[in-house]
């Protein structure tokens, strides 16, 4: 852990200002309903694969099956997902974040 | 059985892998001088090196055996372990990796100090990480014992012993960045283990016109198969056969592989979702899911990491060797079914991948080769999952343990001691299945440490009680199914299932708890949530 003392006036300065909440609020606006959108996307291979058996049976290309498809699909999704969090999180969390820097360091500091 | 015993380059395979390894972790130790070096490398390791070391102890023998084992056996119903162990990564990336990365903490242990300042929950912690390190390192030195004793005929002490004491050395004398690159050529080298034979195999396959592994399965030789465990055999003329270990039966060249009751048979091998309840795969997907986050060996990496710009990119690259990774069982499992049909009736699956060469290329110099090089990945599996575990249960023993100086001398001391416990465990418990054990660490990890991450991270109002409290009753009733499990009579019916598969109940039951409990104690709230939140969240440039 580190050792420096933190100045606690200035977290919570930082944790008043509107910036800092839109952060928050940026970051939660993506990772919660992707989240649900990924585990429903995932929950519906595996209750098709238990109740919807005739359709993941569909052959597509030789022995290839809709199932198969589905499965290698999750794999897919998990990282495309992961790639636009990246994305976003470079291009609209970071700049945020560096406008906070920027306030708390004071117009003098700030390049 | 077909075995590899006469197979001349095995042995020397093996041996020059684990040389090597030994070789990259002195060339490590000369770089690793401070406690800080030993424990997360100072935060020097690139993306792409700290996403190789991630794939490479978190593809584990499980994934490289077993998994081929399992679609052999069951179809491809076992995609759903690799897409939950993919999936976990994109939880851990979500949701942890970057606040954890920034609250500035070593181990598990620390962060619990820093976010609740409690020394009761950091001892909770520490319990927790050596056990879920211990329950994952048993299997993988018992796994290199079986592994060994197939290929080589050795006797399966020798194995486990090697693993154990190459790991331990590698570990004590390195550390963690000797470990980083240690890890990241066991990744590449697994890689190339599973790909380049996998590539021949598709090559035979397709000069033998491309046989179906779905149906009218046949023995491409004549097969003497010895039977290990009692089974109910359908022969092609639709006669019933029941057999019991130690018969011995006598295929021709050409004859149809009989059906065995209880596995995935014809067009059904191409579904998943057949064998099992759904409450089983249920709970598994929640284990996998939410396991990951939890798994101290995994977590400790992501302190290695520069920024958080650079935990995201390695996040994703992990997930794309991840996903390159699994595709090869799944080739290995499929041409299993064409080439080593016997496994189907000895039940002794797990041993595909290192029996598909020799049985599918021939027993000539090309098909030994093949071998030895599946044998000497399989190994670096091993090694390497092990090497990663250890560091972080040494690196919290030594801080927790063994003093809180935390001194080179010390980290030492507690890899020796880290390490000599599995080993003894591995030599005297009866054989363990190797990925239902693998199953119930993530379910551990996912009752104790995903609850106090994620709430930890995202919700204020946790408590140093709520935390201890949640990861005792969810966590604790964890351990008991995994000591149940292991140590109990059989049981049947739900009860058997609830405890084989227990993260579906205990996960919910230790969230539910540590809300409700740090609601009822709401007074005792740390003075300092403010300023740690702030630390969790902030971005780092801020240096605050």
């Known amino acids: 852990m580190s050792t420096d003392t933190p100045d606690n006036s200035r977290y919570v300065a930082v944790q008043a200002t509107d910036e800092f909440a839109g952060l928050r609020k940026s970051l939660r606006n993506f990772i919660f309903p992707m989240t649900v959108a990924f585990f429903l996307w995932y929950a519906l291979y595996v209750i098709l694969c238990a109740y919807a058996r005739d359709f993941m049976a569909i052959k597509v290309i030789g022995h290839v099956n809709v199932a198969l498809i589905f499965g290698l699909l999750q794999f897919v999704t998990t990282f495309l997902i992961a790639w636009f969090y990246s994305r976003y999180a470079n291009q609209r969390l970071d700049p945020i974040a560096d406008r906070i820097r920027a306030e708390l360091e004071g117009p003098e500091d700030a390049k | ?544």
């Open chain 2, 1 to 544: 059985m077909i075995n590899a015993a006469h197979n001349p380059f095995v042995i020397p395979t093996v041996v020059l892998m684990t040389v090597a390894t030994v070789a990259i972790g002195f060339y490590g130790l000369r770089l690793a001088r401070t406690t800080s070096d030993f424990l997360v490398a100072s935060r020097m390791v690139s993306p792409a090196w700290n996403a190789a070391a991630i794939g490479g102890e978190y593809l584990s023998a499980a994934s490289f055996l077993g998994i081929a084992g399992l679609i052999l056996k069951n179809g491809v119903d076992v995609l759903w372990y690799p897409v939950g162990f993919a999936a976990g990564y994109l939880a851990l990336l979500l949701f942890v990796a970057a606040p954890l990365r920034r609250s500035g903490a070593f181990t598990l242990p620390d962060f619990c100090e820093m976010r609740l300042g409690s020394r009761r929950l950091r001892t909770l912690a520490t319990v927790f990480v050596v056990f879920i390190g211990w329950l994952y390192l048993v299997p993988q030195l018992q796994g290199a014992g079986l592994t060994l004793a197939t290929v080589t005929g050795a006797p399966y002490a020798l194995g486990a012993l090697l693993v154990c004491v190459v790991v331990t050395a590698n570990v004590a004398l390195g550390g963690m960045r000797a470990i980083t690159f240690v890890q990241a050529f066991q990744y590449w080298l697994k890689l190339t283990a599973l790909a380049v034979p996998a590539i021949f195999l598709v090559l035979v396959w397709n000069a033998d016109g491309r046989p179906s592994p779905v149906d009218g399965l046949t023995f491409p030789q004549a097969t003497v198969v010895t039977i290990e465990h009692p089974a109910t055999l359908t022969m092609t003329d639709g006669s019933v056969l029941t057999v019991k270990a130690g018969d011995e039966l006598t295929f021709p060249a050409g004859a149809a592989v009989p059906a065995v009751a209880g596995m995935a048979d014809g067009l059904d091998w191409l579904l998943p979702g057949r064998g099992g309840s759904l409450f089983g795969t249920y709970s598994l997907i929640l284990a996998t899911f939410l396991g990951t986050m939890g798994l101290p060996h995994v977590l400790v990496r992501f302190y290695t990491n520069r920024d958080g710009a650079a935990a995201r990119r390695t996040t994703l690259v992990v997930l794309a060797m991840v996903g390159a990774f699994y595709l090869l069982p799944t080739i290995y499992g499929a041409l299993g079914r064409i080439y080593t049909p016997q496994l189907l009736l000895t039940g002794d699956t797990d041993a595909a991948v290192l029996l598909l060469p020799s049985a599918a290329i021939g027993t000539g110099l090309g098909g030994q080769l093949l071998a030895a090089l599946v044998a000497a990945g399989a190994f670096a599996a091993f090694l390497s999952t092990s090497s990663g575990l250890l560091t972080s249960v040494a690196g919290v023993l030594a801080t927790d343990v063994f003093g809180r100086g935390g001194s080179v001398h010390t980290f030492r001391l507690a890899a020796v001691a880290g390490g000599v416990i599995p080993l003894l465990l591995a030599l005297n418990v009866a054989s363990l299945d190797v990925s239902q054990v693998v199953g119930l660490a993530f379910a551990v990890a996912a009752s104790s440490f995903c609850p106090l991450l994620v709430l930890g991270i995202w919700w204020r109002g946790l408590t140093a009680a709520g935390a201890v409290a949640g990861i005792v009753t969810g966590g604790g009733a964890a351990v008991a199914a995994v000591l149940v499990t292991v140590l109990g009579p059989p049981l049947s019916g739900w009860p058997a299932e609830a405890v084989a598969q227990p993260a579906a109940w205990t996960v919910p039951l230790a969230f539910t708890t540590m809300v409700l409990v740090s609601l009822a104690t709401r007074r005792h709230l740390p003075g300092t949530v403010g300023a740690t939140m702030l630390r969790l969240h902030a971005p780092e440039s801020l240096h605050l």
